[in-house]
């Protein structure tokens, strides 16, 4: 090109970069007291809008062929050179604009979304995959319109196209996996069995559902390490979900005691401390007995309601700590003994109620009597 050509299309694009850093400073400055998405958009949009900017300054002042020394052969690359950067550029910045659009929804929902919140963090989990789907249709759409700028490719694809049922049974085995679990995700979304920040125990391991995408599930258990789940795992294999309702939920705390407790005291107890309680809900509270163990003791189980699953364990771990200390300090006679039975030599049972806990204090024994014979030979 010359250097006419040279300048022309420099001004082209100074004008297009200068025009998206006006928009850009207009979205910070002045749109985004006003407009909710603005922020999403500029920080979404940034760097593909520029791209866009100058891929689009460029065709607009690109000379005719013309305007090439050799036009039969540098003219075609740089016209399809410049088509490829057109669909690339375009795609980019319309894939940025509708994660910008998601993004203030999800920020919206995300700020009221509790374990409560049944409907927001359905919509936010159903949001996070429809925009990875549109995401990923649009990429290959993408791609596939850039190969067919190919001559070779475009040739290749009307012979593709008329044995396109053929190859679609060969795809489908081929990605059998992978698009179940496509479809898993998109069932569990849509199901509402499973949600973004739900409660789950799975595997034995308690967490909460961190990621959802149409290949994994990430679950951030409370150590705060990450357990990766095929999609699949969770419509084909049971899971708890603790917040599928509601966050409502009960905890339970069992004690094992001696017979002599008196259980109206510790249910009195247990009354008082739990309705106490910050994080108690006031919806219900139990003492009961529910078993008599083979090893002679008493098992007590106590139920607490919480308004969810973090204020369950602090409530558990404080309720068991508190009547810890209170049957120890209150009734040690209480605290769990063994029982043993002795057999005489003469088969007579000889029983003893119980065997002294440790750091009990022991009676001093009195000395056995001496029959005439002993004291015969004593002296």
Not at 161 to 168: E, H, P
Not at 368 to 377: F, H, I, V, W, Y
Request: proline letters at 4%; glycine letters at 6%.
């Amino acid at each position: 090109m010359s250097l006419g050509n040279w300048v022309a299309v420099g001004i082209a694009v100074a004008i297009s970069v200068f025009l998206v850093t006006v928009l850009h400073w207009l979205l910070t400055h002045q749109l985004s007291r006003v407009w909710a998405m603005a922020e999403h958009l500029v920080r979404r949009c940034r760097y593909s809008a520029y791209a866009a900017a100058i891929v689009i300054g460029i065709n607009l002042a690109i000379p005719d062929a013309r305007g090439f020394e050799n036009p039969k052969f540098w003219y075609p690359i740089f016209q399809h050179g410049m088509r490829i950067a057109m669909i690339a550029s375009l795609t980019w910045l319309g894939l940025t604009m509708a994660y910008a659009v998601t993004d203030m929804i999800l920020a919206r929902l995300s700020a009221r979304n509790g374990d409560a919140d049944r409907r927001s963090r359905r919509l936010q989990t159903q949001v996070r995959l429809l925009r990875r789907v549109v995401a990923t249709v649009l990429g290959l759409l993408a791609v596939a319109a850039i190969l067919f700028t190919f001559p070779a490719v475009a040739a290749l694809g009307a012979g593709i196209l008329a044995s396109a049922g053929l190859i679609g049974i060969i795809a489908g085995v081929a990605a059998q996996a992978t698009l179940g679990n496509m479809f898993a995700g998109l069932q569990l979304a849509f199901s509402d069995s499973l949600r973004i920040n739900d409660v789950v125990v799975v595997e034995g391991e308690w967490g909460r559902v961190e990621e959802l995408t149409l290949t994994n599930v990430t679950v951030r258990i409370w150590d705060e390490r990450r357990l990766i789940f095929p999609v699949s795992y969770f419509t084909t294999q049971p899971f708890e979900n603790w917040t599928k309702h509601g966050s409502n939920i009960t905890g339970v705390v069992m004690f094992r005691v001696d017979w002599e407790v008196p259980v109206d005291r510790l249910r009195a107890e247990v009354e008082s401390f739990v309705t106490n309680h910050p994080q108690w809900d006031g919806r219900s509270w139990s003492l009961d007995v529910t078993d008599i163990l083979d090893s002679g003791l008493v098992e007590l189980r106590a139920t607490v309601t919480a308004a969810d699953s973090s204020a369950r364990w602090t409530l558990m771990v404080q309720l068991r700590e508190h009547m810890l200390t209170y049957i120890r300090e209150n009734f040690p006679e209480a605290l769990p003994r063994n029982r043993t039975q002795f057999t005489g030599m003469d088969g007579e049972d000889q029983r003893y109620p119980a065997v002294v806990p440790t750091g009990a204090p022991r009676q001093p024994s009195a000395a056995p009597a001496l029959d005439d014979t002993a004291r015969t030979k004593t002296d």
